[in-house]
């Protein structure tokens, strides 16, 4: 054999040797690496998903309050067209007494000038010479 071909299958064989066992620590380095990078990643995703739920419970409360200030207006709204109803159907009554009174102090004109009439003609007839 050539000794310059035992030289490079040495070379071979001790940068294979070489490679074999820095293969096993390489992929451990890249796993590990890896894993950090996935960690980093989660923790990302979990602050996220942390601001997320508090929103989302902020965004609860308040609808809750919303909803409970929706009810207040409704029922007040409620109330408030009961009271105008009621306030409307007692205005129509007084109008209408109003009016039956008006009518009767006209009624009660008429009669007190009919009368003021009456006596002034009979005021007259009485003075009339005969």
């Known amino acids: 054999m050539n000794p310059e071909k035992i030289a490079n299958n040495t070379i071979i064989l001790a940068i294979a040797r070489l490679s074999m066992v820095l293969s096993l620590p390489a992929i451990g380095l890249i796993f590990w690496l890896y894993t950090g990078w996935q960690e980093d990643k989660l923790n990302d995703i979990r602050t996220q998903v942390t601001i997320a739920q508090n929103s989302a419970t902020a965004a609860s409360d308040k609808a809750t309050g919303v909803s409970d200030r929706l ?36 009624n009660s004109v008429s009669a007190l000038t009919a009368t003021v009439q009456a006596l002034a003609e009979n005021q007259r007839e009485d003075r009339r010479p005969p």
Not at 80 to 96: N, V, Y
């Open 71 to 106: 009810i207040a207006v409704e029922t007040k709204q409620v109330q408030d067209a009961a009271a105008g109803a009621r306030f409307q159907s007692e205005m129509l009554a007084r109008m209408d007494r109003m009016q039956d009174a008006l009518v009767g102090l006209s």
